[in-house]
């Protein structure tokens, strides 16, 4: 049992070995460039090949090309031939170092680099030989691998562009077709013109690059295209030069390489492009396509459908009339045959569809102008994929598409409920024939005359209508339910359905407006009917904005003339007048007999009267004294010191001493406020005589009991000391008079100020 069990195991070693090792393809780098060519890449008896040969680099252990196979790896090619930059058998997997093998003597490929748009190659493998081919078109498929596709590139790296090239030329001219190019376009595929994301290196055409690899893959290389396919058209029976090259571009770091699938070098018969759905090109019903195989070399053709052969067509072309996957083979000695293959796809015609567009009549002659864009909707119905009908007078001119009718947005019928007919095609020119029926309406319905408001500041009857809400339910009212109505400025451009109106409109004639309604159901008309809009304008008398004033714990009453019809007031009153005691915007809405509305703004500001909270007084400087009146309050006031003069300012300059009477009025006829205040200053000389005139000095109305006044003689000796509210000082001293002359005095008043002057003492 347990030998069994050992023997199991090694098994199961030796199998999980074999499997590892054949995740990776093999290389064999000996053998000769005509086996590589005629034994593997073409292997082909339809090939005539000659002046095969080969250039590249010798290394000591095998060559920079040779033969590859996929070795049970997940390889896309099963064999093939591989040309590199380097030495070949180290394209062998798995990836895990980093190949720069060739050396700086190997030189580049001038037509590589003509071909790719590149310089400095370097590390060139070539293999070139001569084909003379017996079909029509050739074509090989090819991997391009490099270790240039790095998933973490240093941002230098992302402009060397290592390349490859698959060179075509007659071979009796010097210049060559590069085939290897990004598909649909002349890009030649190399480094920077197929790449993937996800890299510090912009993308570029991503659909065709494979991926960038990890350690486990078949091959060393970091990254690969997906399977390209270069192809060519030829001249059977021409001779031709292929040369099919590689190289390092700018140094002989990280290599490359080109996989060139094994027997997919192939001389075909082209048999045109495919007709396919998906392409945008297949064959309408009742269409035909003749595939021309026609080669002068051919001794024989078989024709197949879906892979049965078509028994009996044995001629170079066929008709095709069905849809189907089409081959044919082109059989050229016992041994070589060419093929080709094509698929056709048909398209369905757009389905036919009738009808009829009815047009407004206003004489009922029958006879009307049509835009035949009515009848789109009709005649595309279910349809999809479909452009915008064209309309022909005849049958025979719309199957044909000639002769259309051009002015099929004013078209005048000739004959009374005439037909036409109306071409639909699809996006692939599949067409059905629909014939439309051009029919005349006469309405009867007349519409009274509508009257509308000048809703604007400007009472000039011009002003803007809401015709969906204003017009339209009373015009639709007159004919059946799901119509619906379109506005014109004139009645050819409601028959034409041109200009059509917006709404809101402005009407543009002063005071009345003639427009024209269009009833439809969206296509068919049912009326074109005048309507007459009245404009009516309302503007009051007396009736402009006021700014009203409101005093403090008062009320006022405003309001309009009582001759309207309704007031409304944005504070919810509905009578001419109101009473209000708050500032505030007030507006009245009224209205007249015609239902138009006026407007009315009444502004109310607060005021009052002021109140005195100081009044600061700068005195004793003669007739420079200046009182300064500081208040509060809601109004605009003025101020006067004597209550007949007054000011805006509440500073007054220049005032003399004496006793003023200070009143604030409020402009807007609220209370005013009133102080008594006194200006003072000192006497500028006294005559202590005894005449009972200025016979003591004394400072007038100083009102504060806490001053003091010092008097000195002019050598500074204190001669007197006074109070504010004594009788003052009668010129003596210790009881004896003092002489005429100037004394000083010294006032220290109970706000700090400190005061000095002179006065004179006459005799």
């Not at 013109?193 to 290389?221: L, M």
């Not at 595939?291 to 051919?298: E, I, S």
Request: overall charge negative; hydrophobic content about 35%; proline content about 5%.
């Amino acid at each position: 049992m347990k030998f069994a069990k050992n023997t199991f195991f090694l098994f199961f070693l030796i199998a999980f070995l074999q499997s590892s090792y054949a995740q990776y393809i093999q290389v064999d780098d000996n053998r000769t460039v005509e086996e590589l060519v005629e034994n593997i890449l073409i292997n082909s008896s339809c090939a005539n090949v000659s002046n095969i040969s080969v250039s590249g680099w010798a290394f000591t252990n095998g060559n920079s090309y040779g033969y590859f196979n996929a070795n049970g790896s997940s390889f896309p090619f099963a064999d093939g031939v591989i040309l590199s930059t380097g030495r070949a058998a180290s394209a062998v997997g798995p990836n895990t170092n980093l190949l720069s093998e060739g050396p700086t003597n190997w030189p580049g490929d001038n037509d590589l680099q003509n071909a790719i748009n590149e310089n400095n190659t370097i590390n060139a493998t070539v293999i070139e030989f001569d084909f003379l081919p017996f079909a029509n078109k050739v074509s090989f498929q090819y991997i391009f691998s490099s270790e240039q596709y790095l998933s973490n590139p240093n941002p230098n790296q992302c402009n060397f562009s290592d390349g490859f090239a698959f060179l075509l030329k007659e071979a009796s001219s010097s210049d060559y077709t590069n085939l290897a190019v990004v598909p649909g376009t002349n890009i030649p595929v190399k480094i920077p013109t197929v790449r993937g994301s996800g890299t510090i290196c912009p993308p570029a055409n991503e659909q065709y690059f494979d991926a960038f690899n990890g350690n486990e893959h078949p091959t060393n290389f970091n990254g690969q295209t997906r399977i390209l396919t270069a192809e060519s058209s030829v001249v059977p029976g021409v001779l031709y030069h292929i040369k099919l090259v590689i190289a390092d571009q700018g140094n002989n770091l990280y290599d490359s390489a080109i996989f060139l699938g094994g027997g997919s070098f192939s001389v075909e018969t082209d048999l045109g492009t495919p007709r396919l759905i998906s392409t945008g090109n297949p064959l309408c019903p009742d269409e035909t396509v003749l595939l021309d195989a026609t080669n002068a070399t051919a001794i024989g053709f078989k024709w197949f459908r879906n892979n049965i052969e078509l028994v009996g067509e044995n001629n170079p072309t066929f008709l095709v009339e069905e849809f189907g996957s089409y081959k044919v083979e082109v059989i050229f000695n016992s041994t070589c045959s060419s093929f080709g293959e094509i698929e056709i796809e048909y398209s369905t015609n757009p389905i036919p569809s009738n009808t009829t567009i009815t047009q407004c009549d206003a004489d009922g002659d029958g006879f009307a102008l049509f835009n035949l864009n009515d009848a789109n909707g009709g005649v595309i119905g279910s349809n999809t994929n479909v452009g915008s009908p064209f309309y022909y007078l005849t049958q025979v001119d719309a199957e044909n598409a000639q002769n259309p009718i051009t002015n099929f947005s004013a078209f005048q019928n000739t004959t009374v409920n005439q037909v036409i007919f109306a071409r639909l095609q699809n996006n692939f020119g599949c067409f059905g024939i629909s014939e439309v029926t051009l029919s005349t309406s006469t309405s009867t319905v007349t519409i009274p005359s509508f009257d509308v408001c000048d809703s604007d500041a400007i009472q000039d009857g011009i002003t803007s209508i809401d015709l969906n809400t204003e017009i339209s339910p009373t015009v639709l009212s007159n004919f059946a339910p799901g119509l619906i109505v379109n506005y014109y400025q004139t009645e050819g451009n409601a028959q034409l359905q041109t200009n059509q109106i917006a709404s809101p409109f402005t009407n543009i004639t002063a005071f009345e407006e003639i427009i024209y309604a269009r009833i439809t159901d969206g296509v068919s008309c049912f009326g074109i009917i005048p309507i007459t809009i009245n404009i009516k304008t309302f503007e009051p008398a007396n009736f402009e904005n006021e700014e009203l004033f409101v005093c403090e714990n008062e009320s006022i009453t405003i309001g309009v003339s009582d001759i309207f019809e309704s007031y409304v007031w944005n504070n919810g009153e509905i009578t001419p007048e109101i009473i209000i005691s708050q500032p505030g915007t007030y507006t009245v809405v009224v209205s007249n007999v015609d239902g138009c509305l006026a407007q009315k703004t009444f502004v109310v500001t607060a005021s009052g009267p002021a109140t005195i909270t100081s009044i600061s007084i700068n005195d004793f400087l003669g007739n420079n004294n200046t009182v300064q009146i500081n208040y509060t309050g809601l109004g605009n006031y003025v101020f006067s010191l004597d209550g007949s003069y007054f000011q805006d300012s509440p500073i007054f300059n220049n005032v003399g001493a004496g006793e003023y009477t200070v009143v604030i009025n409020d402009v807007n006829g609220c209370d005013s406020v009133s102080q008594s205040i006194f200006v003072v200053d000192y006497p500028k000389f006294f005559t202590p005589n005894g005449d009972g005139i200025n016979d003591f000095w004394k400072i007038e109305n100083l009102n504060q009991p806490g001053a003091k006044i010092y008097i000195f003689n002019r050598y500074g000796k204190l001669v007197k000391q006074i109070a504010s509210n004594g009788n003052g000082w009668d010129g003596t001293f210790s009881g004896s008079p003092l002489p005429a002359s100037d004394y000083w005095f010294t006032l220290f008043l109970e706000d700090g100020r400190i005061i000095k002057g002179h006065f004179a003492l006459k005799r």
